[in-house]
């Protein structure tokens, strides 16, 4: 029997990679998005196929899906931090009544369950490298307290599903993942430097550029999902790369790498931007054997054809007014 996904935000930047890795796997896809922040080009080359199917839906209302589900992977949420800056009430509604919603749909249908969750629950993090164990530093009413009290309270409700309704659960936290079909003007330093770079712009760095970042690449996030869906590992596991590196650091790179004649300039540091953030991958590794394979330069190396294309396509736009 073929099983069957139902992958939420499956539109978006890492869950159109998801759909295409489950249907590379031999699985049916239901892809549910209301294209908030993500975009049916992510997926219309999965269109032509009988094991494909897009449904434009909101999760914060009620899920309605015929038919068998093995597994739901939940990724809907505005994910970068100008996304769910701009939309602040969507992102907390997405990441409660959302995955309550979600959770509903697994219980009814006796499917397996993965919450997209982040290294954004360890906030401002005062334990460096962050263990799953550490509880966090989070700042509950300022700006960014939006998507990280969204996403801690997901992982609360997906523990209470499993304890009480005895859903089968998995936790991921999801550190600072970057790839093809980013959006260029998301807004996170990815696709800001990038198109940045290739315009020949300056690159904005935000305070003094010292705070740090571990960047993964996409192909290895999929396959961390992948073995842990696979896994029977309930609580939450951390997946990213413990490559840390300083944003200014960042910068340069992406400069030296585009052959850019870009400068960089200073802007200000947004509140409660995290001071440093490297995933510790000790559970990862034993619990999937898992471990990042793509090096940076490898992965902007894949990235940058993206970007390229799309700064191209902005370029030849013809201009407003
Ligand atoms: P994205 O913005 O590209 O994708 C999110 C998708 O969710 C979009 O397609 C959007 O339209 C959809 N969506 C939002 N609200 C919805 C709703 N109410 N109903 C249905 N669909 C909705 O972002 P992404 O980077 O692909 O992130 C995907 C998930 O992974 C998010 O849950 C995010 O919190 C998590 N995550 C991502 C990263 C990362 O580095 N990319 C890091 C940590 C966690
Ligand atoms: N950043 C930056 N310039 C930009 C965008 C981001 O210096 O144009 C910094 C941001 O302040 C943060 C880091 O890069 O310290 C990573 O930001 P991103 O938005 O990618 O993700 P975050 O890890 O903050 O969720």
Redesign the pocket.
Known sequence: MKQRAVI??????????LCERFLSEGWDVLC????????KD?VAHLEALDSFEFLE?????YIDVDGPVDAIL???????PI?YLE?PI??L???S??THNALGLARAKGARFL??????CYGDPLVHPQTEDYWGNVNPVGPRGV?DEA?RFSEAMTMAYHRYHGVDTRI???????GP???LN?G?ALPAFMSQALQGKPLTVFGDGSQTRSF?Y?DD?VEGIWRLLASDFHEPVNV?NPSEMTIREFADKVIALTNSGSTVTYQELPEDDPKVRQPDITRARAVLGWEPKVQLDEGLERTLGWFKKRVQVQGEAPSEG
Do not use: W
């Open positions: 939420t935000g499956g539109a978006g930047f890492l869950g159109s990679h549910v998005d209301n294209l908030l922040t993500g975009n992510n839906h909101d999760v914060t209302k939940h990724f809907a949420s505005p994910a970068s996304d939309l969507q992102t509604k997405v990441g009544l959302g919450i997209a969750s982040t290294s954004e998507y996403k991921i936290r999801i550190f600072n993942t970057y079909r980013m959006r998301d996170r993964c996409v996030l990213g």
